[in-house]
């Protein structure tokens, strides 16, 4: 299959999730963390979430660096039904960096028209066991020239990845705070029956940022 390389971005507490039970996830990672993910941002062609993220969150996925990249990475929210809101920071920032949502090829043809009429580019592909194919989804990317995608989650879309063997980098911050088994996942279920069917990667990098450690993991093929 023609893909983009896929790292996945975790920004989690030392239990691994990204968020409260209520949603809350701002901010987990201290500022040395979330500067190194701007850059993240910056060296990929695209940013990807899900569609939960994107209501939960209303980010606008800019790369934030100084100086800022020569190129925004396009941002691509995952919306099988093509049910996001036309409005919010992704819509406000589309004079600077390109919004694609890929849905389902049978989703709401009315809310897809909607939301090109505001302004967002569509992509619509096959339907997979969560939402949209993760295959079909990264093969939309490459057609629209995308090398490298960033993830920035959520817990349901990271699964998904992972669990289609796509993800070639992790890269994973974590913070010093314990959020309990009410708080969000950052990786959903993978329906593994033993620990042999683990998803397993190889640590390539280990540092510390402030109070946070990022470890950069690869995947063992
Ligand atoms: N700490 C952090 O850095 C961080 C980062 C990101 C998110 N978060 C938090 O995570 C939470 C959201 O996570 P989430 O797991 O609920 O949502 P998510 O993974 O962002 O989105 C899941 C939704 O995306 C759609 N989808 C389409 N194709 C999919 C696929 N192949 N795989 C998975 N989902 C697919 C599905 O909805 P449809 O079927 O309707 O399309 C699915 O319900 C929020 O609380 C947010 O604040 C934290």
Request: proline residues 5%.
């Amino acid at each position: 299959m023609n893909r983009p390389t896929v790292t996945l971005k975790l920004a989690t507490s030392l239990d691994g999730r990204i968020a409260t039970g209520a949603g809350e996830s701002r901010w987990i990672t201290g500022e040395a963390a979330r500067g190194e993910v701007q850059k993240l941002r910056a060296a990929h062609d695209a940013v990807l979430i899900g569609i939960g993220t994107a209501r939960a969150d209303d980010p606008e996925l800019l790369a934030r660096t100084i100086p800022p990249p020569q190129r925004q990475p396009v941002r691509v929210v995952l919306d099988t039904e093509f049910s996001l809101a036309a409005r919010g920071r992704l819509f406000e920032t589309l004079d600077r960096a390109t919004l694609l949502v890929i849905g389902a090829g049978d989703g709401d043809a009315a809310r897809r028209k909607a939301l090109e009429d505001a302004g967002a580019r569509t992509a619509a592909v096959a339907r997979g066991p969560l939402g949209i194919g993760a295959e079909a989804a990264l093969a939309a990317l490459a057609e629209h020239g995308v090398g490298r995608v960033l993830c920035e989650g959520g817990g349901q879309l990271a699964a998904s990845l992972i669990a289609a063997e796509v993800v070639d980098r992790l890269e994973w911050f974590r913070a010093p705070m314990v959020l309990g088994a009410e708080g969000r996942p950052g990786v959903a279920a993978l329906a593994l029956s033993s620990l042999a069917d683990a998803p397993r990667f190889k640590r390539v990098a280990l540092r510390e940022l402030g109070p946070d450690i990022w470890e950069s993991y690869e995947r063992v093929s």
